[in-house]
């Protein structure tokens, strides 16, 4: 019970900024995009100089990752690019974890980059064939690859382990209060399809599935909302249960990252993904931890105790960027 009241206690002070309205896309233009949800209008932010293959937001920064490790810094006050470098290989994924930069390369490894400075403060291997995509959400990092597997590490630490698996080759995920989706190619090819599953307990079997009609490189739970963007350089607005269509936005070219314009969707502690660092996380985190779902053990020793308690409070009050 003291643990419990003690968390309770840290959730009082803290919230940030409502959810924004408009997201940005980019892709293998060059160009960044946005998408006004209230008008179904689609716009230009501006460009980098080179291909997009992966993308991250945060604290105003939009970074834009290609295909000769160029990396660069889009100013969404100013709509430029501010600054660049360079990483091994070619970027294949990004997340934000709250405080760094983290980079999918081409040889299955995660390179972490000092955003003031842009130097590597590290590299880690991850045991899989490949990544193509990446998430942070409920304290893990989690990525995908063309192998079908999804493996998950406590935020900070190379610890990865099997945790979900689909029908096809990753090449999305995205994360809602309760759900994971994983998208991407059937192994026959030219089809795509989204996979659920609850994002607290994985596994081989799904919650559900639905077909897309382009290949999904791209996908982002926003708003109760799913929203994936493919190679048909379409971004399509779809019921998340059935995966009705309800808009579709032509970006005329594929699309290879939808994420909000405030940023992150989620930072560590943001538990159930409402934008917001409250009561409701504690809870989560509590049930989570009671229970020994992955997401309880914060510090990833696998060992359920006082030490994952403290973890959790240092993310909590670390807040999001």
Known sequence: ?????????????????????????????????????????????????GSVNAMAVADGVLYLGGFFGDVYKFDLATNQVVDSFLIPGAAHAMAWDGARLLIANTDSTIVTINPVDNSIIETRNVPTSDISAMGIDAGGLFVGGENSLALRSPIGQSNFQFFAACGSQIKAMGFGPQTMYL????????????YTFDKFVGGVTYSGTFA??????????HNGLLYVGGTD??????????????????????????????????????????????????????????????AGDTNGDGAFDFGDVIFFLDMFHAGCE
């Open 233 to 294: 350089g379409m971004v399509h607005e779809m019921d998340p249960i059935t995966g009705q269509i309800l808009r579709s936005f032509d970006m005329l070219i594929e699309v290879r990252g939808i994420a909000p314009t405030e940023g992150l969707v989620s930072c560590p502690a943001d538990y159930d993904i409402s934008g917001d660092l409250n009561f409701f996380d504690v809870m989560a985190f509590l049930q989570l931890f009671s229970t020994q779902r992955p």
């Open 212 to 221: 897309t009609p382009n290949v999904p490189t791209a996908v982002l739970a």
């Open 183 to 194: 998208a991407g190619e059937t192994f026959a090819g030219n089809a795509g399809t989204v």
């Open 1 to 49: 019970m003291r643990i419990a009241s003690a968390l309770v206690l840290a959730a009082c002070g803290l919230s940030s900024s409502a959810v924004a309205d408009e997201l940005i896309v980019t892709g293998l233009s060059g160009i960044v995009q946005t998408i006004d949800l209230d008008t179904g209008e689609v716009g230009d932010l501006g460009a980098c100089t």
